[in-house]
């Protein structure tokens, strides 16, 4: 019997700019509260370009960036304006509504740069999606490392392994980005019902079954499993409770009702998500609204 169930990527344009799609998929819509999970690049940008993410608007959900390689410019409606360095973690909660956007550098766009991270939504439990919005920025030194033979980690949000990273959560999780030596092994508890291991690069076993690069392995409940592997490997670990009912997810809207994906709907067409610092351009709502779906 397979140890685990296998998510393949799919790409995904978001404006010149393709990323590899992991969650929501079919039929593991979230893991824990993850709900979103984007691997974007590693890519290069010639002298003169970058990425450009115009304002858009969240709501209900918590976005989380973290880099490999390159650097992001943070900016959103609360006022702030910050650049995303590797090993930093930037936790935006949207909760009863943000907006911001994402470009690269301007003194990065000279020279020509290049970007590799991963993007995550963490779904808010019911009685927070409505939290005041909020934004915080943690520095890699700032984030508990884990050292274990041949492994080492970054707890990049909420508890494992007996450690807990100081990004503000709402909700039983883990997620932590992991270095192997080749021959390494890592054994991951089963202290959360819903896990999962997605592999950045390298060539990993999970409990005796051969991962393929950039897929989600989506771990069996109740069961401490064993990483081993079998070149240097870079991977991320994450998962947590289960969240507490549907969502119904809808462009970069998380609810747990339709009504709230409308009433955020109408926001946005109103501009009613306040203005996001030197930008005065906005990606609006697609031309053509497809009805939500509900994902548990």
């Not at 509260?33 to 970058?50: E, L």
């Not at 969240?58 to 409606?77: K, W």
């Not at 492994?151 to 883990?174: D, H």
């Amino acid at each position: 019997m397979s140890a685990f169930a296998l998510i393949r990527p799919h790409e995904k344009d978001i404006g010149g700019f393709n990323v590899r799609r992991l969650l929501p998929s079919h039929p593991h819509k979230l893991v824990g509260p993850f709900i979103f999970f984007d691997h974007m690049g590693p890519a290069g940008f010639a002298p003169g370009q970058g990425l450009d993410v115009r304002p858009h608007p969240h709501i209900g959900l918590a976005t989380v960036t973290y880099l490999f390689e390159g650097a992001i410019l943070h900016r959103d409606s609360l006022g702030t304006v910050l650049e995303i360095h590797p090993g930093d973690v930037n936790w935006m909660t949207a909760g009863a509504g943000i907006a911001h956007s994402e470009r690269s550098p301007e003194r990065l766009r000279q020279s020509g740069t290049m970007l590799h991270g991963i993007q995550v939504w963490v779904a808010l439990p019911k009685q927070h999606e409505q939290v005041a919005p909020s934004f915080e920025h943690h520095p890699a030194a700032t984030l508990p490392e884990i050292a274990l033979p041949g492994v080492r980690m970054r707890l990049i949000a909420g508890s494992a392994f007996g450690r807990t990273a100081p990004t503000t959560t709402f909700s039983g999780m883990f997620y932590l980005t992991v270095e192997m030596e080749a021959g390494a092994r890592l054994s991951l508890p089963a202290e959360y019902p819903e896990r999962a291991v997605y592999l950045v690069d390298g060539a990993v076993d999970v409990a005796g079954q051969s991962q393929p690069e950039r897929h989600m392995a989506v771990l069996p409940a109740g069961q401490e499993l064993t990483i081993e592997a079998r070149a240097a490997s870079r991977l991320m670990l994450l998962g947590g409770e289960p969240i507490d009912g549907d969502r119904f997810i809808w462009w970069n809207f998380v609810a747990s009702s339709r009504e709230q994906i409308q009433q955020a709907k109408e926001r946005w067409r109103a501009q009613e998500f306040g203005q996001v610092p030197e930008e005065t351009d906005w990606i609006p709502l697609p031309d053509e609204p497809k009805p939500a779906e509900s994902f548990s």
